[in-house]
Structures are given as C-alpha cells and as structure tokens.
C-alpha cells in the first residue's frame, strides 16, 4: 500500500513509531481517544512504556506533558481538536505556551470531519484561537506526506505546537521529496487572474478546482498554507499584487482562521478584494461532508464559483 | 540582622522561628510596596517553604538546574512571593531584587514564572494546574528512573478545581509515590470561608478515596512539617498528600484568619505601616 492510501490517524501512529526510535525523549500521550488518533494499538504495541493514557482528563493530559515537556520530554498530546484547544485552551496558554513548555498538542479531527458527532465535536474556531496565544506554532498538514515531515519538524524544534490532524485518508497533494518550512508556503500553482489559498484540509480540493478554472479560462494561482503561525506574508501580498483578488477557504469558521490571517496581513500590506470561504460563523451538526459544503458553501464548485467572480471583480 | 542559616544545617527553634519573623516582614513589605498583593496565601505558607528548602529539598542555588536536585511546584501560584522570599535568601538570585516584586519589568511577578526567576520550576498562577504539571515531573523521572522528588503546594480554595482531582486521579493509577503534595488548608478563599463556597470536608477521605497516602500536619509546627514530609517521601506505590492546617495570613494581627487578607490593597504609606506594625514578631531590619 503506498503511503497516500493509508488513513492520516495511520501514518501518524507510525510517524511517531519511527520518531520513538530515533529519540528516547518522544512520547505518546492520550486521553481516552487512542483509537480514534490511530496511536492504538499501533503505538502501544512497539512503545508500551512511552504511551500514557491521561483517561477523559484533557485539562490533565495538557499539564502532564508540560511537566514532561519542562523535563526534556517530547509529548505528542492528542484529543479531538474540540478538546484539545477549546478545552483546554488555558491548559494550553498557561502550563504550555506562557511557559514556554516544549508540548505538541495534537487536535483530531478537524471541523466537519468530525461527520457523525456532530456540533457538539465539530470545532470549527481552532486555528483561530491557537493562533492568537503568543509562543503557539500552528500547523495544519494537508496529507500524509506533509503529515510526515511536519511531526519530524516538530519533534526537532523545542517550541509549542498546535496541529490538526485528520484522521481519514485524503487526496495526495505531495510526496515523498516534500520538505516542510512553516515560514513558506508552497505555490502549487503559479497563475495572474486569483489567488487561492488554502489550509489542512481544504488543500487536497484546490488542484482540481485550479484544473477545472484553466480550462475556463482563468489563470489561478494556487497557495498553501502548512503553517497559518508562523505565516508566510511575502508570498502571500506578492500573489495578491500580481492578481489583486484572493479567495481562503479551510475547513474553519471564516473568522479568525486562514481567512483571517490573510485580511490581516492584506489590508495592512496590500489592500486586497478577499472573498472567504468555511463555516459562516455557525455551529456544526450531524450530516455529511457533501452537505455541510452545500450549506455553507465551500465544497469544490464553491471554491471555483468564488474564484471566478473574484477573479472578474479584481480586474 | 540577617539570616545565617544554611541549608541542611542542625535545627534551631530559635534561628528557625527568627527566620520566619524575617520572612513574614519581607514578604509583606514587599506586596505592600507593589499596592496590593496576595499576602494571606504566603504568610500561611512560611514554615512549610521554609522546611522544604531549608531542610527538606536537595537543591543547590549556584546550580539551579542541577539534574538531581528535587522539583518544587507551588500549584496555588499566587503565593509567589513567600517562595521568592526563599530563593532570595538562599541565593538564587540577589535579595535587592525582592522589592521589585510586580514592579514594571520585574522578575518577581505576582504568579511563580519558570521564564522569569531563577530557581522556579514550572509556572503557575491559573489554579488546577501546576498539580498536573507535577504529575508530568514525577512520572518524567519515573521514565527516567531517577530519584529525587516533586513537591507541590495547592490551595484549598484551589482543591475546588476540577483539574486538581483529575491530577489526583492520575497520580494514584501511575503509582507515583516521588510525588509529595502539600495542601495549605487555611479554610478561606476569597469569597468566604472554603465551608461557606464550596466545602471540601470529609477533604483527608477524598484523598485517600482517590488513593493517596494521607497525612495532616500544624502547618506552623517545625516538628510536625519536618516529620511528615519525610514520612510522607518514604511512602511507596503512591502519591502523598499532606493536608496541612494552617492560619490564613498567619502574623499579621490586623488581618490573620479573614478571607480578605487573600489579597489586600495598600493604597499609601500609612497603609503600609499600617500592616508592617500589625507583623506579630519582632522588627527586623529589611535586607534591601
């Protein structure tokens, strides 16, 4: 089975299979969802006694790798995104962040990948809050290569790290050469019409909604986002120069995620049109991915309807 | 004038009870100097910080992350300055620095801070957690079997937490017996007595129902801290906790024993002579 065709949750439980065994200090740590973040049985079964299970105790879990994290411990501490930064989010701010205690926090299953638990799992404000906590790196990888060479980055940078980790298989988007630097984004299509830009999970529709615009007509240039803290400005405001009209879309309210951060960085560098895309500030709820796209209107043929008129509205 | 104690030294009631007097003028000029601070949390806190690293905790202040020195978390964070009063003494870090407590760019703040001061372990302040954070020391040295012992302090106030009783929880089923917690069970809280909020009684069955060693102490007794941090340090198979009575601002006549000695306001200098005249001992000369 080649990489690509294995779940995320799967390559991570292996990702941190091969990090356990380059490094002494890296450990597993849940509350609970093991299974769910795919670390059970596959971490337990190569790396019993680096594997600590919290219980439904995510406030605890978060101190425990802070202590862990203060002695030179490197825990991967995962919970459903939910809970592993809304939860938690002063857990996080204080024992990990304001300390500056070396923690990764792990958030699975992101917005409305969360399917059939609903609103009361669907996070949809994650990366906007991680973002606003000062010392937080926010990652959100897009496949299981970029998966890979994320952990690796943050197992070898003694920082607190957010990141967003689906759990189901999805869309390859890079591969094995795929080298992460969360101070760029990566151009996956160069074009002068629109810029796209994308995050986590969004990005494996972005490809297919840049072929389908090419045959239309409209040059559109293609960015994604790694990293939305620390943010690449110089690639983003040198799109928007040459194409004078963006359109984000992430699988996150509109507020204060990708979207967010690239308004921010727009109108203080290069006032452009922005059309945003996700969840319009509403709660999640038990349906399916290709209904919560219709209803909120950003599933593929949103993302190429917005483009198109922003692309018409930027000239 | 001055403290001529050193650590591991033969006790003394009389330098010990002398140092405490210093102490309690100390950490009360200093947080009447900043205007307003958490006084009654320290001055209950005294002869337990000053057991522990007078007597108790291997530690060594001109190497203050020695690998094998013993781990010291004080959960209920807003005690900070009896704690900096402490490593200022033992020579952390000079004691000129004591008046600087919650001054503009200080490293003293209200709540301990690992980034800012020499010698503090974990930083505390948002209640609940440094219980957890302890947890993660312990079973880090656990992992790697080393031997020396975390120490913790919670509030009563702070026991009200949710997070505390899941560190409990968590302590007991990882059989974390280099994990000595302490609870400064002075029985008041900001709103009120911890009967009137939100009472914790029967508080030493709670403990032992969530498997823990239990043991009470005269948080004021030398003898009695002394010997029950130790017996609770050979406790084996699980964590300790010692639920210490203490008096709230304990000292400080005007206001000892009153829920709103947990954070006074010291708007002059007549306010602040006001509560330096109210200290019980005898006047020491401050060192700085």
Redesign the interface.
């Known amino acids: 089975m080649s990489l690509h065709d294995k779940e995320m949750r799967a390559v991570y439980a292996e990702t941190l299979n091969e990090l356990m065994e380059e490094n002494n200090n890296v450990l597993c740590v849940e509350a609970d969802l093991s299974k769910a973040s795919g670390t059970n049985p596959t971490v337990i079964d190569k790396n019993k006694?680096?594997f600590?299970n919290?219980?439904v105790?995510e406030?605890?879990m978060?101190?425990?790798?802070?202590?862990?994290?203060?002695?030179?411990?490197i825990?991967f501490c995962a919970s459903f995104s939910c809970f592993a930064s809304r939860r938690v989010y002063?857990?996080v701010?204080?024992?990990c962040a304001?300390?500056?205690n070396n923690v990764k926090v792990v958030g699975t299953a992101p917005g409305i990948t969360q399917g059939p638990n609903g609103g009361t799992h669907m996070c949809f404000q994650d990366l906007a809050i991680m973002r606003a906590m000062p010392n937080m790196h926010v990652y959100s990888p897009c496949d299981v290569y970029e998966l890979k060479a994320v952990m690796r980055y943050m197992a070898k940078e003694k920082q607190p790290t957010y990141m967003q980790l689906i759990r189901s298989q999805v869309g390859k988007v890079f591969d094995e050469t795929y080298v992460f630097n969360p101070n760029k984004a990566v151009v996956l299509k160069e074009g002068s019409d629109v810029t796209l830009v994308s995050t986590g999970y969004m990005t494996q529709f972005t490809p297919k909604a840049a072929e389908r615009l090419e045959a239309a007509g409209i040059s559109v240039e293609v960015l994604h986002y790694p990293s939305v803290k620390p943010f690449d400005e110089k690639t983003l405001i040198a799109s928007a120069k040459k194409t004078r009209a963006v359109v984000t879309v992430e699988n996150q309210n509109i507020i204060g995620g990708l979207g967010g951060a690239v308004c921010e960085v727009l109108s203080e560098n290069c006032p452009t049109l922005v059309k945003r895309l996700g969840i319009p500030d509403r709660f999640g709820e038990v349906a399916t991915e290709e209904y919560l796209f219709k209803k909120h209107g950003f599933g593929l043929e949103h993302i190429i309807s917005a483009c198109m008129k922003m692309a018409k509205r930027g000239k | 004038m001055g403290n001529q104690i050193q650590t591991k030294d033969e006790f003394n009631t009389d330098a010990y009870n002398k140092l405490a007097n210093e102490f309690r003028h100390v950490i009360t000029d200093i947080i009447c100097r900043s205007g307003s601070g958490h006084v009654g949390g320290a001055l209950s806190l005294v002869e337990i910080i000053i057991t522990l690293y007078y007597r108790i905790m291997n530690i060594d202040p001109k190497n203050p992350d020695m690998p094998e020195r013993d781990r010291f978390v004080l959960s209920k964070g807003h005690a900070g300055p009896v704690a900096y009063t402490a490593l200022a003494y033992l020579g952390y870090f000079p004691k000129t620095w004591l008046p600087t407590l919650n001054a503009d760019g200080t490293r003293l703040p209200s709540h301990m801070d690992q980034i800012q001061t020499p010698g503090v372990d974990m930083s505390t302040g948002s209640l609940g957690q440094g219980i957890s954070c302890a947890c993660g020391l312990a079973l880090a040295a656990k992992m790697n079997n080393e031997k020396h012992s975390v120490f913790c302090i919670i509030g009563d106030g702070e026991s009200n937490e949710g997070q505390v009783w899941e560190a409990g929880l968590f302590a007991s089923h990882n059989k974390l017996d280099n994990l000595v917690c302490i609870c400064d069970y002075n029985k008041l809280q900001i709103d009120g007595t911890t009967n009137e909020v939100l009472s914790l009684e029967p508080l030493t069955d709670k403990w032992i129902a969530f498997g823990w060693e239990v043991f009470e102490m005269d948080g004021h007794d030398w003898d009695d801290i002394y010997d029950k941090i130790n017996l609770a340090k050979k406790v084996k198979g699980k964590p300790s906790m010692i639920i210490a009575h203490t008096i709230k601002a304990k000292g400080c006549k005007i206001i000892e024993g009153t829920a709103g000695s947990h954070n006074i306001k010291v708007p002059d200098k007549e306010a602040h002579e006001k509560y330096m005249n109210a200290l019980d001992g005898e006047k020491v000369t401050l060192p700085y």
Do not use: W
């Not at chain 1, 101190?63 to 862990?68: E, I, K, N, R, S």
């Open positions: 006694e680096r600590v919290c219980g105790s406030a605890n978060i101190g425990v790798g802070a202590g862990l994290a203060r002695e030179g411990k825990p002063d857990q701010t204080i024992s304001y300390a500056n």
